[in-house]
């Protein structure tokens, strides 16, 4: 297991750890009804500045089916980038949960949909032979490491509410665009036209623990029974609770994201400026892709890293950071590149 | 909250606690492949004295819900207690994750199906226009708090391999059955002819951990993809193995359950003895149901006991005991029932 | 294949043969935008005296399933009779449809719904644990051969529209009950609270058509995206639309239905007065039930006459008349008991 | 309503008309237990030299999302071409029978899958995040009018065994690619791989007939019940089986696409040698794409034909001869064309 191979390799962060152990005195009402769940909702509405409903999750995958399944009619279609994770790493969930909706995957640089291209793909609504125009994903970062800036969901967002769609953001990665961008919660989500965001807490400190929330109180009328029926109200709810509860103060999140875009920003500069590599996107978040000669690959793991370039399009390495990442490991990494390639 | 609400009002014990901080050191590999996860099954093959494939789960609903999935067409039907969780408790889960197979609810005393319920039921095996019979789901502990004994079991089993069906069971409540019966979690499965066992650990000291145990390799066959599906495989999955993993290891698991069970004994046999006070089902595991005057709960519940009789068949008021029940609690509550009863 | 096995063993009536030919000259647009698809909507709006929608389909199974799925949604719950015919022969059609609704099936005398049971039968709405009350459905006639009465269908109305369901008629043998009861179609269903019928013509001298009408159109909103999806919009709509054109034109399905009662009650009556023979229900439409001596089954059949007892609820014989039973096939049936029951 | 708007606008052919009043005597078993149904069978395995197993329906839609149902699992993969009927005009029918499968629509030269691009976009086999790789699906004749060879056909068979894929054939215009290819159906289907096919009669000469043709009995192991779960199951099989008895009788079939395609080829030379039309596709069954200069469309629909630009792919106009085209209204359309494009 190479240590940059995912931000899932990750253990909790220490706040994260503390806060289970806090939130594990004593019994506390189920499904919910505890106190670190009731706060979770104010909490999330003061970070994104407005009154938002959520939903806790344990799985990305479960959370971003479970909130596409509340944008999605069973014969609508989900607008979404071929790479991204909904359409190839989630082995049918968001099919699943939403009862049949249809994927349609768009290409775009970079990992990124665009207002433009979205706008030439989507057809069709009202005719009954076609699956109908229903929801836009996009993931925030996205897949490639790249970031989308709020101008650019605005448009996407405008395009999508002229063809009567709902905008998701899989914010697995939230909190290291949030970094990159310098922008609010809110500047991201809401004010930039997202309809429901999949917050991730899992891959930047937190054990497991996702959020689906909801911007728009209304389109999560019925949400409570879906959310049910998945499997994802868990009975000691308060122990997801309280893992974001934790991970949303005291600037934990932003601290975690923080270090994990340092290190990326680190490793993609130099390896950019070796001889030989080069950036397959570029490093926006805590995601570094590269393209490498093949003797390279072969020589630097010799050294003992691992590199899979089997990861997203297949043809480009990825190095992933994280809160925990070395600066001592990363930079072992790059003596080895360097030794190599030079 | 009343302390005797449910046994997921607890926390977690320390054992598995200690779990969860052990496995939080450093990086691990995602998805399973991490060591906890690599051990759970040889530690669960150990306990079930055979060759064992696992799943985990983190929520009880997810758990059944899968289970049933592995066993049961889109077109087929489950047979159940009427008063099953599965029927009843979890917002049609099984129907979502099966594809939509029919469950069949049947009556049955003390909550508990029988051989010869389950033979007068099923009919339709290859008629193109029934439902085709296929699973056999019962719990153990059941929702009444009864318990199967192993040759009830192998009735069932008989019967169900006659008509061609699996049989699942959901042992939410497992431990507290293996310690009422003295009997080996091998006799109380696979030797009395369960297929597919749902491993609960959340009710019994752990945080969120269940398990989907398969007795035979070749029912799982495609499992892994119905499992990534659901949005049960976590990317930290290490945290959930470590967890049973502990559950599982130098008694803790029937420690706790002795203790609960111990609990509701003690309340179940004094509530039994007061005046007014009848069992509505034989308390065989940690689960106490009770008819009572209605002044009774009134005057109860004046001294500050919540008392909630909605719960399962709406007659009967629940008293669940735990891992972490304390002795001086029960005594309060029975101190106030015999001030009132007497 | 005995002549009373079951009314769909019958042939189209000449006037629906008529019309198929008639249909036939040309070309026509497709998907329902030709002449008879565009008359059918005003002609069943006259026939129920109100605005209807209709959208056609070709198998009772797919017309009661579609229904059903614009009314439920995937957490819903459906009661029904533990008789009827979604319950028991569809082979879980509703439930595909649907998306995983789950069936509670009711018991109720003659094969009926009382409005008194299905008011203790609901629970559990808007409680997360439960799957949601959603739907009412019952059948005209039902599968014992009794008819509803509008003030019991009314009754039942009112008592689902107190818990937030919607009505459901499953109106495969719509017309047989009209016929009994004289009462206007739309007395049987809007005006006594039904939401959604499906209106069955190819039991009664059709090859294949049946319509599912909503009365109120705003349930139908987007319905024609489940209608399309399933399979059941026709490119050639006109000749499932011919058939009903011509089926609800100068009488003929009422035609039908007179003579297929008639049969039935000529039957019903003179096998009631024979020793040793007695009505399973009592015959209110083309469904004759009958409890009989096995000694009188084998020498029935010795005469040639087929004999089905599995049908239903597996103790009473099952005899359907229909349009185009001839009074001489009743007679030689009752000649063949009478020889054998005195 | 133009008359080359497609080859669902015709009637049915007088052999079909009379095969429904010939099967319209008397009473028959139903649910396929009648002579026509039992006959189809032998008539089938005769037209195709081996021995199948047919299930009707009555629509290409629900044909189609049938025989993928048998072929996919719920958390497969099914690849098609990008402009694919099962991809773009069923409204999400093969995602509902499925329970979720994902359609990958690819791109292809004239419509057309090959072997190698297929080859180029498998993968993932194995591997639990990703949805299962599981059926191809062609189209023959394909929509853009193309036809495949046998070995065509024969290279994605051995492609999509090589990667444990099955090969599904949407034949809605089955006998109009016979025709131009001049081989066996046995040729077209089966000798060269073909898994399921779903044989379509009603664009070319039935009122309402497709019929789901298994060549390995082992893959419709439990289809029945997918069958009448679907509501494709009719009650009065006979009058679908009759239409395709008939209809492969006799040349009739045959027949029916000779003319069909000699319609399509006259007016297709005929078009591409005018000056500003080229042919979009090559004309190779009974469809002809031409791409016009807008004002040629306007010129001839004011000669009164319907010109409809928006089939397939936005940007030819389509022209669908059939079994009824007269050669006068192709002349008269060719008049239009060579008057305004001179």
Redesign the interface.
Known sequence: ?T?F??D?????CPEV?EA??E?????????G?DAWSLKLRGNLSDVFETDVLVFP???????N??ALSALT????KIYCHELSHIN??????P???T?????IPMPGDNGKLTAGKLAATV?GRGN?????PATVSIAQSCETGAVYRPDEIAALSATAREHGLKLHMDGARFTNALVTLGASPAEVTWKSGVDVLTFGG??NGC??AEAIVFFDPQTAN?F?????????????AR??SAQLNAYISNDVWYRNARHANAMAKRLSDALAALPGIELAYPTEANEVFVRLPSHIVDKVQGDGFEINEEELD?TAARFVTAW?TEIGDVDSLLASFSKHCN
């Open positions: 297991m240590k191979a995912s899932n390799v990750t253990p909790a750890v289970i152990i939130a594990n005195a004593g019994s506390a009402a189920s499904y009804d999750a344990v799985t990305g995958t479960a959370a089916a479970l009619p069973p014969y609508g190839t790493d989630e082995c049918g969930a099919e699943l949960f009862g049949g909706a249809k994927l057809y009954v032979h076609h699956a109908q899992t891959k054990f497991a019925t409570e029974f879906l959310h049910k029926r998945s499997g994802q109200l868990l009975s000691k122990f997801v297949g925990n």
